[in-house]
């Protein structure tokens, strides 16, 4: 249980958790409006390296495939692994997703992108052309996308190129915000802590949110754009003190 320190109310800083690191010029930013930010990562995640799976990328990256990403951790895990620049259309989340992709290929590349799985999938919808798609995800990717797309009867075709493991840590303190930024950080933080009533809690997108409230009635922001800046700048912008 994170118990409220009456001292903390008459602190000038504001003490925020990150559930996942972030960068460094993030975190002086927002030093620099008063506000300390401790980063513990609560989930790990890492790339499937197995021979069948690095096969199929690489035979993918032959081919002229219409390719879905909707998280950083599938884009790293994909592009690591081929030589030269697909010749593939791509859907994909944007803001960190979307940045991650312009690491690799070029914007034009990028034929769609919405701020979440639900959006991306009507994207996708609008195109009547096209009805088979490559979707390079996690072990733990959510339901959202898949099931609109399947129930449009799309041929969806899955690939599994990193794996999401849980790394609960208790947390002794209290926190006045506490930023999250997955629902399998979100479903870890969780199975080993309790929150005071009073922590406001940040979240990068609506389906994180939606996982947030599964365990909580807590303030929670919503990120307007599904990127770490985004998320510390609804920090800095919030009114900690107003009670």
């Known amino acids: 249980m994170l118990s409220r320190e009456c001292t903390n109310k008459m602190n000038k800083f504001v003490k925020i958790l990150s559930t996942k690191t972030i960068p460094a010029d993030l975190l002086q930013q927002a030093k620099s409006a008063n506000i300390i930010i401790d980063t513990i990562s609560f989930i790990e995640t890492k790339p499937i390296a197995d021979f069948s799976t690095i096969a199929k990328i690489k035979q993918f990256s032959g081919e002229k495939i219409i390719a879905i990403f909707t998280s950083v951790n ?16 791509i859907f994909c989340t944007s803001g ?24 991306l999938a009507d994207k996708i ?11 390079f995800c996690g ?16 041929h969806l075709e899955e690939v599994i190129v990193y794996e999401t493991i849980s790394s609960p840590e208790t947390i002794n303190e209290f926190y006045n915000g506490i930023l999250f930024f997955s629902p399998s950080a979100v479903e870890s933080f969780f199975s080993v802590n309790k929150i005071d009533t009073q922590t406001v809690l940040f979240s990068v997108g609506k389906t994180t949110t939606k996982a947030i409230r599964r ?16 998320v510390v700048k609804e920090t800095r912008a919030f009114d900690f003190h107003s009670d």
């Open 74 to 89: 599938s884009v790293d895990a994909v592009f690591s692994q081929l030589n030269t620049k697909p010749d593939w259309k």
């Open 125 to 135: 919808l609008l195109d009547k052309e096209i009805n088979s798609y490559i979707f």
């Open 215 to 230: 365990f909580t009635n807590n303030t929670i922001i919503t990120a307007v754009f599904p990127s770490a800046e985004s």
């Open 96 to 119: 960190a997703t979307k940045n991650a992709l312009l690491n690799y290929v070029s914007e034009g590349i990028i034929v769609g992108a919405e701020h979440n799985a639900s959006g």
């Open 139 to 154: 072990n733990q990717r959510l339901n959202t996308l898949p099931d609109k797309l399947l129930k449009h009867n799309i």
